[in-house]
């Protein structure tokens, strides 16, 4: 008989994370109980799927949590992040799923975000990480389309195209685009 597998079963030691790190993500906190038991029917059924809002919250905290205990996903010398194509069959919002990256990894470096298949690999965008000084806000475009970024935001910008480019006031920049497009970061400083 196949054995049935899931997102979980790719990460190690599952067990060996601590339930308030995962508590931290989900508001308002839940008891710490409910989640170690949650934790542990995932660790069991890796397969299972969320049948809930409140499910779906839980497994993505325990996703943050699991890639930040083991990266293997940060090819920082390539400047990629790759996102098994697993992930995004299991959570088919690609934006969301970017968000979970983007927040378990903390890059400090604008990454091309690629999706894995079996060792092929696909580009489906650029996340951008605003690295000068700016104020409150931040104007900018993309092929000639206006946007404004606030502080603290992020911000999805369409562009299928395989190449896009990335106004600054003076300086452009020629980024990847794809299925997700742009992902600008305004979170970091």
Request: include cysteine; charged fraction near 25%.
């Amino acid at each position: 008989m196949p054995k049935l597998s899931g997102v979980f079963d790719i990460f190690d030691e599952l067990d060996l994370i601590p339930i308030d790190k995962i508590c931290a993500w989900i508001k308002p906190a839940p008891d710490n109980t409910y989640i170690g038991n949650y934790l542990a029917n995932r660790i069991l059924y890796p397969q299972a799927i969320p049948v809930s809002k409140a499910d779906l919250v839980i497994e993505e905290a325990i996703l943050r949590e699991a890639i930040k205990a083991q990266p293997t996903f940060f090819d920082k010398l390539g400047k990629k992040i790759v996102i098994p194509v697993e992930f995004a069959q299991r959570l088919p919002n690609l934006s969301s799923l970017v968000l979970i990256f983007a927040d378990s990894l903390n890059p400090s470096e604008n990454m091309q975000v690629v999706l894995e298949d079996k060792g092929k690999r696909e580009v489906v965008g650029t996340m951008i990480i605003p690295r000068f000084e700016w104020k409150s806000k931040l104007e900018f475009s993309v092929d000639s389309k206006k946007f404004q970024l606030r502080q603290g935001e992020v911000l999805v910008i369409p562009c299928s195209k395989s190449r896009c480019h990335l106004n600054f006031g003076k300086k452009i920049y020629e980024v990847n685009g794809g299925s997700l497009g742009l992902f600008v970061d305004g979170r970091r400083k």
